[in-house]
Nanobody, 122 residues
Framework: QVQLVESGGGVVQAGGSLRLSCAAS????????MGWFRQAPGKEREFVAL????????HYADSVKGRFTISRDNAKNTVYLQMNSLKPEDTAVYYC???????????????WGQGTQVTVSS
């Protein structure tokens, strides 16, 4: 069982930055690939970014590529999402999730955090 707790959300103006954190409870954190997803009101949950268990490989949705950076600190059991040049369309609840496999679909993730709200004002 893995418990995930996100933090770092908030309200920011367009063009600003936020850094999300996701702390994991498990001592087996390094067994998991970690992903960030987001869900805007009335929309399906969508993939944002993914990082390998060792942190050496990452993948991003086209909509955030070049603006967002995913990273992890395995010594702290924590994964991060640095979000720069934020746009109003980035407004959503952001979730971190853990998977044993390299997957982009939300249905393939085993564990989820409770989410943190990010609001970007124009």
């Amino acid at each position: 069982q893995v418990q995930l707790v996100e933090s770092g959300g908030g309200v920011v103006q367009a063009g600003g930055s936020l850094r999300l954190s996701c702390a994991a409870s498990a001592n087996t954190f390094t067994n998991y690939r970690m992903g960030w997803f987001r869900q805007a009101p009335g929309k399906e949950r969508e993939f944002v970014a993914l990082i390998s268990s060792g942190g050496g490989t990452t993948h991003y949705a086209d909509s955030v590529k070049g603006r967002f950076t995913i990273s992890r600190d395995n010594a702290k059991n924590t994964v991060y999402l640095q979000m720069n040049s934020l746009k109003p369309e980035d407004t959503a609840v952001y979730y971190c999730a853990a998977s044993r496999f390299w997957r982009f679909a939300a249905a393939d993730y085993d564990y989820w955090g409770q989410g943190t709200q990010v609001t970007v004002s124009s």
